[in-house]
DNA sequence: CGTTATGGATAACAAATGGTGAACGCCCTG
DNA sequence: CAGGGCGTTCACCATTTGTTATCCATAACG
């Protein structure tokens, strides 16, 4: 994480079923871990620590990469993907990472059936 | 938005329910998304800068597509309509962007009511 | 009233954006 | 040195958004 001389906030943050812990790069859903990777993780911790913020891609980027995004760069998206997979793997029906299309992505754990009984399988993206 | 090496303000406007969020590009009424689009948001966002003065097409234009308008072009009416559309699915009976004929458009949160209990349907322009 | 100007409403089409799956390269470990 | 985990990048495709044209309603005006 970049943060040029600066210490991670090290409390754990709980949304929802899911808790997140900065210390050990650790997330866990009712306990279970979600078995995220270092990056994975970041970028998870970002965007919960602005719960119901919309981030953009940039800032994102910046805060997990450092410095400035490059032109169509598509890592942010990449590690949201990887993010959310592993996620439902272990919440099904939840969701935490909302995409706001033409902007970037908001966080917000929200618990199955709250959004609409969706029969399709697609995403649905905010705005 | 067009303002070359210019920064975004970046405070939240709050008109009655309305509160519009440029960092995030994001309006909500009550708390409630709104959902706009990226254009879209500008388009509220230039209007509503300016409460309660009358912004001509052109000048909207230029704030958020940048350039000078072409004559007839629709762009902001287009985008006017689009915006009202989602604001009064959000605060029904509210107005926020008003008509002036002839002229351009003006930002102003009118509760239901004020300005009569219209049985009629449809829009009325002021002056 | 009849005519013209102006704005509202839709829809068709084009462009931008993000979701996905997979290939690659690196590094570590057995 | 083979295998696996991880981060990075690319390419393809579905969806969403922006643009433009057209038709319709209403206001302005003689």
Redo the contacts with the bound molecule.
């Keep these: 994480m970049h943060q040029p001389g600066g210490h991670e906030n090290s409390f754990a943050l709980v949304h929802g079923n899911l808790e997140i812990r900065p210390e050990e790069i650790q997330a866990l859903v009712d306990g279970r871990r979600v078995g995220l990777?270092?990056?994975?993780f970041q970028v998870l911790l970002v965007l919960a620590r602005r719960e119901d913020h919309v981030l953009r891609?940039g800032d994102i980027y910046s805060q997990v990469?450092g410095g400035q995004m490059k032109h169509r760069?598509?890592?942010v998206?990449?590690?949201?993907?990887k993010v959310?997979t592993k996620l439902a793997h272990v919440a099904p029906g939840w969701a935490y990472i909302h995409?706001?299309?033409?902007?970037?992505y908001r966080f917000a754990a929200t618990p199955p059936s709250a959004g609409g009984s969706n029969i399709a399988i697609?995403?649905?993206?905010d705005?």
Tied chains: 1, 2.
């Design positions: 990777t270092v990056r994975e891609r990469w760069d598509r890592s998206d990449v590690f949201v993907r959310r995409t706001h299309f033409g902007v970037g697609g995403n649905v993206s705005r």
